[in-house]
């Protein structure tokens, strides 16, 4: 790759690609480090917010309010600019990013350094019907949409008589047995279960909660033992999990495993594995064989020899780095990777800018918490494993504590002691994601435009 050397600046300018966990953490970190007059940082990003993953399971089961899982740029980042828009393409070599506005033209911007953090999106596979049926589970839009979904396949299932229908709807179909799946389904059951008491057509025993595992167990990271444990409680709740079974099919919502396995289900999610950004493949950037950008210890972008790309950094999702607490392999993508690489990675940022050696990242990992429900969960730290409630305890302590910001702090913790006194909330708002529905109704001639008036809203140029 020819690189072009940069335009002289005063101020050298830092384009940071995603704002997700090693976005958000290395611009904080980068500003908490160098003056206005030291860097000019400018985040890039779809959405104006950096959203906390591990706690979209509580979100979508109703224990978190949604909005408290992610974090404002433009509100935590002061002296970053922030713009909304998605990356079109990386021409390292000429410092320039095209990115496209969700309205207006593209535009293209230049830059001194340049940090990759893309992120990953989910590795979807050519099966029939996917596309159409399924719901993601990255992203809090997603979180929420699913609550929503669940919640109203519960109201029609109390308001039909017919029960082929009724099973169709009561139905739920999980894809991928990793930390995604397994918290999702095990949260979303743990709230159907506990909302059902309020149906009186209803009972627990009409629920049905699939899970399709392609491996031969679940949540491998906790090991064997803590896995299988996992796996005994889910199926001791009635989850009915499928393991070295792959989905075949889902047209129309009817399911086809690989092992000849066949229902209909109203509620398919799809949570199995994920995939470096694609728009790294219109990038000169250099890729491993995954489409991960090749990275050092340093986090620093480097060609396939070693040879470091002078301006380029990496971590996260989307990056190759070597995980030198075990030689060999890569750091995984997870959670608690990405944020201490990203804090590494503005640190030698920082150095590198003030002409002094950049470290290599080293993190030992130190152990994996997940929640199986309100009050339930499994755990392995530093070698102690925990069951149960301390392991749920311990899952939610963790996470609090990375999670960003005093304000979202206060607001979870305030979140988890008002369920102690208070039910969940119960309404879906389905109308939430197509709010114009009653209003394109009406102006197509809808039950409302013929023959019957609503009523108008007092106060909003109401006759008098």
């Given amino acids: 790759m020819t690189e072009r050397a940069p335009r002289p600046r005063a101020v050298p300018r830092i384009v940071i690609l995603g704002g997700g966990y090693v976005g958000f953490y290395t611009a904080l970190r980068l500003r908490r480090r160098m003056g206005k007059r030291e860097a000019a940082i400018v985040i890039v990003d779809p959405r104006s917010y950096m959203t906390y993953q591990p706690f979209l399971p509580e979100a979508a089961a109703g224990s978190l309010e949604p909005r408290h899982v992610v974090v404002s740029h ?91 229908a009724r099973r169709r709807m009561l139905t739920f179909t999980f894809v991928g047995g990793g930390f995604a799946g397994i918290e999702a389904i095990a949260e979303v059951e743990d709230m159907a279960r506990d909302v059902v008491r309020y149906y009186d057509s209803i009972s627990p025993e009409d629920l049905r909660f699939v899970m399709i595992e392609g491996s031969a167990r679940i949540l491998p990271e906790l090991g064997e033992e803590m896995g299988g444990y996992a796996l005994e409680q889910l199926r001791r709740r009635g989850i009915e999990v499928h393991l070295s079974t792959f989905l075949s099919s889902c047209v129309d919502g009817h399911v086809v495993t690989s092992t000849g396995v066949e229902f209909d289900s109203g509620t398919i999610v799809w949570t199995a594995g994920v995939r470096a950004n694609p728009v790294l493949a219109s990038s000169d950037l250099p890729l491993d064989p995954m489409g991960r950008v090749n ?43 990405a944020v201490r690489q990203a804090r590494h990675l503005g ?118």
Avoid at 84 to 94: C, K, L, S, W
Avoid at 130 to 137: K, N, R, S, T, Y
Avoid at 314 to 330: H, I, K, Y
Avoid at 433 to 458: C, E, I, M, V
Wanted: charged share 25%; glycine share 8%; proline share 6%.
């Fill in 74 to 164: 433009r509100r935590e980042l002061k002296g970053v600019d922030t713009l909304t828009g998605r990356v079109e393409e990386i021409r390292h070599a000429e410092r320039t990013v095209r990115i496209a506005p969700a309205e207006g033209l593209a535009y293209e911007i230049t830059y001194d350094h340049l940090v990759v953090a893309l992120g990953s999106v989910a590795r979807t596979l050519p099966i029939p019907g996917l596309a159409d049926e399924a719901i993601g589970f990255k992203q809090v839009e997603e979180a929420i949409a699913l609550r929503n979904h669940v919640l109203t396949k519960l109201d029609q299932a109390a308001s039909t008589w017919d029960p082929v």
């Fill in 295 to 337: 990275a050092l210890p340093t986090l620093q972008v480097a060609t396939e020899d070693g040879q470091v790309v002078d301006g380029a950094w990496t971590a996260g999702d989307c990056a190759a780095v070597p995980d030198l607490a075990n030689p060999g392999q890569f750091c995984s993508p997870s959670a608690q990777h």
């Fill in 347 to 464: 640190d030698n940022l920082a150095r590198h800018l003030r002409s002094a050696e950049p470290e290599d990242y080293r993190h030992k990992h130190v152990g994996t918490v997940a929640s199986l429900g309100l009050g339930k969960g499994v755990a392995q730290v530093y070698g102690v494993k925990l069951r149960g409630w301390p392991a749920w305890f311990m899952h939610r302590t963790y996470h609090m504590a990375q999670m960003p910001t005093l304000n979202r702090k206060v607001r979870i913790v305030l979140d988890w002691t008002l369920a102690l006194f208070f039910r969940r909330e119960l309404v879906a708002l389905g109308r939430l994601h197509d709010p114009r529905a009653d209003f394109r109704d009406a102006s197509s001639g809808g039950p409302h435009a013929k023959g019957t008036r609503k009523p108008a809203d007092k106060g909003v140029g109401t006759p008098v």
